[in-house]
């Protein structure tokens, strides 16, 4: 009987050891959260079809315009309204990247953005584009705060979501990123993943942001593969409670797609956008 009792014992002392460990593991700040389930409305709260022919619609899209680098020493100028560099043709958005000089850059090219057009606290993004190819090329799908809350500094203080980043060296892989004060790539700090994706450059994809509460979720066509996991209530590490604006550019060069060179015989090279929908998250 000895023999049998302390294994019984010793097995009734790990089964009691693990419940009070899941018992304080449940009273941890953010472990409801985290095993929360959300859901987004079916029906979008703003989107863009992009139908007809002409220039972006201007209740929904503004322009950023400017030459300066843009912070990673980027080669274009972006243009505002400029059948050339960003128009609606047959269906899709055209946002195009061309080689010639203007002001004192060498190519031309345009960022569009939602701000004060459409900004929103959480939800789901669902961009299906083409994006360009090239060495040289670098587009993006992305997000930035709507306003400056925290810090001093604009970014990375306040935060960016890059729901889809490419550069035309390495063709067939996408990345997903976020950046924060405490995690952003200038400090060796970054947080994101990449997937390799065969079709990259040759066909429509659809760019995916889950953005909750308690976690930012990247995919490609419903195939996760990166998930940002709220672990702190510091804006440092978490800023991503506050509205956020759409971004889309095709960059010329730059810290990043510039890395290789340019092929100059790639121009013109054109991200394509055949929809944008964004989806509320319901509410509890």
Known sequence: ?????????????????????????????????????????????????????????????GYEVGGSGWGNNELQYYTK???????????????????????????????????????????????????????????????????????????????????????????????GNIHTKAYNHSIGTNKGNNLIIPTAISDFHDYIVEWTPTFIKISVDDKNYFTFQKDSNEWQKWPFDKPFFLLLNTAVGGNWGGQKGIDNNIFPQRMEVDYVRVYALKKN
């Open 81 to 175: 309204a400029e059948a050339k560099n960003a128009r609606v043709e047959n269906g899709k958005l055209i946002i195009e990247a061309h080689k010639e000089r203007f002001n004192s850059n060498e190519y031309t090219s345009a960022r569009l953005t939602t701000k004060k057009k459409g900004d929103w606290l959480y939800g789901k993004i669902v961009v299906r584009a083409k994006i360009p190819q090239g060495l040289g090329t670098w587009p993006a799908i992305w997000m930035l705060a709507t306003d400056q809350t925290y810090g001093a500094a604009y970014w990375p203080d306040n935060g960016e979501i890059d729901i889809m980043e490419h550069v035309g060296f390495d063709p067939k892989r996408i990345h």
């Open 1 to 61: 009987m000895k023999f049998v009792l302390i294994p019984i014992i010793s097995i009734g002392l790990v089964f009691i050891l693990a419940c009070q460990k899941k018992d304080n593991y449940l009273e941890t700040p953010f472990f409801n959260e985290m095993v929360s389930h959300y859901e987004f409305e079916i029906r979008p709260v703003w989107q863009d079809e992009f139908d007809g022919n002409g220039l972006p619609d201007a209740t929904k899209w």
